[in-house]
């Protein structure tokens, strides 16, 4: 399984994802589904993705490649992160089509993105890409997004993040968010990446890879933790 976010805050963007995929549980592998691409300036787009592997990983490739070959419609020269979003959706539909006319076992090809980031001076916004290749964006009331296993993170989302809420503070309640997924379902594992935007910077941002082992990550998941107990306690 999967677990991604993202959240819009005042100050910018918090993307945070999960890097564990099952295809049956003697069969766990680690992919990064947090994909990047920043022109330093000009714009930055943040893509995580959930489901088939096979087709996010394709999707990636097929943006890459129609940057590479200069396509008519590619990430560089789209005007918008509308048009953007339109743009993934359209090449996530295209590519389940072709994986379902060469698979002869019914297998499930769909998957789910989303999509964040500025492109030169528009406002930062986030959107969530359904398998079919429509999309909805995040609102002021709401102003978070998640794909995968997202009921064990949400109730703290639900609780904490508004649009007034500073950047370090919601990349802190993504990574609790994250924390009670693996916690409480084992298909959703690290490394954690998570990515810290700001608002008009149009640059990469702060940019961490955490493990079970780490010991910023681990203290925060103990203290999590205790907060909880002392509250239950008051």
């Keep these: 399984m999967t677990y991604c976010l993202t959240a819009h805050v005042s100050g910018g963007l918090v993307f945070c994802s999960d890097s564990r995929t099952n295809a049956g549980t003697d069969n766990v592998s680690i992919y990064s589904k947090m994909h990047n691409f920043c022109w330093p300036g000009d714009r930055f787009l943040c893509l995580l993705s959930a489901g088939n592997l096979a087709t996010t990983q394709g999707v990636v490739k097929r943006l890459q490649q129609d940057m590479d070959q200069n396509a008519e419609i590619h990430l560089l020269n789209l005007s918008s992160m509308a048009e953007a979003a339109d743009y993934i959706g359209l090449i996530n539909a295209e590519i389940q089509r072709n994986q379902v006319c060469r698979d002869t076992a019914n297998t499930n090809f769909e998957a789910t993105f989303i999509l964040g980031g500025q492109i030169g001076s528009e406002v930062p916004v986030t959107y969530m890409i359904y398998p079919q290749g429509n999309y ?18 949400k ?24 924390n009670s997924t693996m916690r409480s379902n084992v298909t959703v594992g690290p490394p954690v990446e998570l990515l810290i ?19 910023f990550y681990r203290t925060l998941g103990e203290r999590w933790s205790q907060g909880l107990l002392q509250a239950l306690d008051g």
């Design 136 to 153: 909805i964006h995040e609102s002021a009331d709401h102003p978070f997004l998640q794909i995968g296993e997202i009921k064990y993170g």
């Design 155 to 178: 109730p703290i989302l639900d609780r904490v993040i508004k649009p007034e809420l500073s950047l370090e503070a919601t990349a802190r309640c993504a990574l609790v968010s994250m």
């Design 197 to 215: 935007y700001e608002t008009n910077s149009l640059q990469m941002g702060r940019y961490l890879s955490l493990t079970e082992e780490d010991r």
